[in-house]
């Protein structure tokens, strides 16, 4: 999958936004990343799962997940693991494609505090998640809110992301990751990527895909 590709469709579409205030990245950010990520997944062919998903089947172990399913064949009931009149899924379900994980951490203002700490660690937990998915792309999207330090190519983030591929064990090779940043501070949304090697050292050199600027604050009454 091209990452850079889903980079720019990504942040094209979010920079679009305009219901959004930076101050307060909670639920409304969320659902707006997730819609996002689902429509360029629909868009591509692949089945979406998403945690606020209405559907049945919706809710499932990542935020985002993108799948293959296979397509029922004209007057095939739906069915579900050969059980006569279950539902789910309603195509048969075969492989995982890319899974997605969205956490914000938590806002605060001076460096050095407890809220200094857990925005980066909460990140970081989610962040497991999928490194442990079957998934040959995974997606981390997170914020360093105001907090100096986190973000950029030689920020707190990329370099926790980094050690903790370094130190994880059960790599497949060919596998790749995609890091979404919002810097609030350059008023940025960066993109990074890097992959599991197929041969030789695990470098897990991260690779800059470009960065968007967006508006200090979006008001929904400036839409």
Known sequence: MDLKLLFDEF??????????????????????V????????KRRGYAPFVTDDRRKSGSYLWDVAWCVEDKRKRGQPPTGAGVPGLEFPAAPYRRLVLTA???WGRQGQRVGTQVYRQNMEEVFRDFYKVVDARSQTKVMVYTGWNFPDQCGAEGWFLHGFRQILLDYE???????YLFIE???IAHELRGFSTDVPRRGPKAF???ALGDVPYPRRWDPKRA
């Open 34 to 41: 997730k819609s996002r990520l689902v429509r360029l997944g």
């Open 182 to 184: 919002f810097d609030d």
């Open 205 to 207: 050199r991260m690779r």
């Open 170 to 176: 059960a790599h497949t090779p060919g596998d790749q």
């Open 11 to 32: 942040a094209a579409s979010m920079v679009r936004e305009r219901s959004l205030d930076t101050s307060e990245r909670l639920s409304d950010w969320s659902a707006a």
């Open 101 to 103: 994980e969205v956490e």
